[in-house]
């Protein structure tokens, strides 16, 4: 099942966050999953697709329960035709395979986490 997460607070544009990612099997305990990959995109108007953010496409991340996701600099970039939006809106989408206690081995599954940047250079 994929989960959607909202940040509470915008980040910095051009600023470092970390996102923590934690995986659960489907009975809610801690699994390593096989294997991970995220990728970084807008969020574009309904119908339009995401453009990738520096080139942050299918990354790899070495298998554990918990993963951090570092963002800085270009990743929280304002871009071109955004220059116009206070706040623009990004999301990481997380790739991951794990085995399932109830539904098999190797299961495909994802989790989104969509957060705003608050651009630094935005005058009304």
């Known amino acids: 099942m994929a989960v959607r997460i909202y940040a509470s607070e915008l980040f910095p544009e051009k600023g470092a ?9 489907d009975a809610g305990n801690p699994v390593v999953p096989n294997s991970i990959t995220w990728t970084l995109t807008d969020v ?6 995401p453009t990738v953010i520096n080139s942050r496409l299918n990354v790899s991340a070495t298998p554990a329960s918990t993963i951090v996701i570092a963002l800085e600099g270009d990743d929280l970039a304002v ?10 809106l990004r999301l990481i989408t997380v790739n991951y395979q794990y085995d399932s206690v109830n539904m098999g081995i190797n299961q495909d599954d994802k ?10 250079y935005y005058t009304t």
């Open 44 to 49: 574009p108007e309904l119908g339009s697709t």
């Open 79 to 88: 871009q071109t035709g955004e220059e116009n939006l206070s706040t623009v």
């Open 111 to 120: 989790v989104e986490f969509q957060f705003g940047i608050r651009n630094a």
């Open 17 to 25: 966050r970390g996102v923590q990612i934690a995986f659960t099997d």
